[in-house]
């Protein structure tokens, strides 16, 4: 048995830092590349634990898992793999508000006529006015498997503007397929231009533990938006029927 002490190996550092003296490492499994079963002795019994460490996926990782068909981004430039993440573009249909002619948002509704689909064409600008909100689209369909999860964030330049593209759901589950709404809003105090098919976006990956026993779309999991196309209105008034 090894003692866990801070001259072991790196892989075993962490045992240093975390347990008392009283523990011993008898063994350790790798599995995957980021989950660590271990046998420890403590008062005399064994003991199993876990350690397992959130991996993002490098550039390296994404080429590689879009090569396999693991990820599916479509279309893609090579000039939009960065470091960690990939740039997604915003397409040209808008959904807008009708505040006009609505007394309220009602959650157990459906919400279709809340809101007004638009088509600005390809060379024609959005404004987006100050504290306003309404829903856009990336241009790229994104699918992955049911072993990864994704998460989507704003371009820093553009949030220096005072662009927010999404309010609360930027996570992205395992196992989705379809482009990806956003949830475009303007903090700042003048308008704003959004083109259609400039950088909105990047999304990252990150490897679970295990692959989903019950991925996005799964039966009896109510997914909703699984193969959307387009800005897609909220229907959350679906779990009202179960």
Not at 89 to 114: A, C, G, T, W
Not at 147 to 153: H, K, M, P, S
């Amino acid at each position: 048995m090894e003692r866990a002490t801070r001259i072991e190996l790196a892989f075993s550092a962490w045992e240093a830092d975390v347990l008392p003296l009283n523990y011993a490492r008898v063994g350790s499994i790798v599995v995957g590349f980021w989950r660590s079963t271990h046998l420890l002795v403590r008062a005399g019994r064994l003991v199993r634990t876990s350690l397992c460490i959130t991996m993002v996926l490098s550039d390296r990782s994404i080429k590689e898992a879009i090569e396999a068909g693991r990820i599916i981004i479509d279309p893609l430039g090579p000039e939009c793999i960065q470091p960690s993440s990939v740039d997604l573009h915003i397409d040209h249909l808008f959904r807008v508000f009708r505040n006009h002619s609505q007394r309220v948002i009602d959650v157990k509704m459906p919400q279709e006529d809340l809101t007004e689909l638009i088509d600005v064409g390809p060379d024609t600008p959005m404004i987006l006015h100050p504290g306003e909100f309404m829903l856009g689209s990336t241009v790229e369909r994104v699918a992955i498997p049911d072993d990864l999860v994704a998460r989507l964030e704003g371009k820093s330049s553009l949030g220096r503007l005072g662009l927010v593209i999404h309010s609360t759901a930027g996570f992205i589950d395992a196992g989705w397929d379809g482009h990806i709404t956003l949830e475009l809003a303007n903090l700042a105090n003048l308008p704003m231009t959004l083109y259609p098919g400039m950088k909105i976006g990047q999304i990252s990956f990150f490897e679970m533990t295990t692959p989903a026993d019950r991925p996005y779309g799964a039966s009896g999991l109510g997914s909703k938006y699984r193969g959307q196309r387009g800005p897609t209105p909220s229907r959350y008034y679906e779990n009202f029927k179960k």
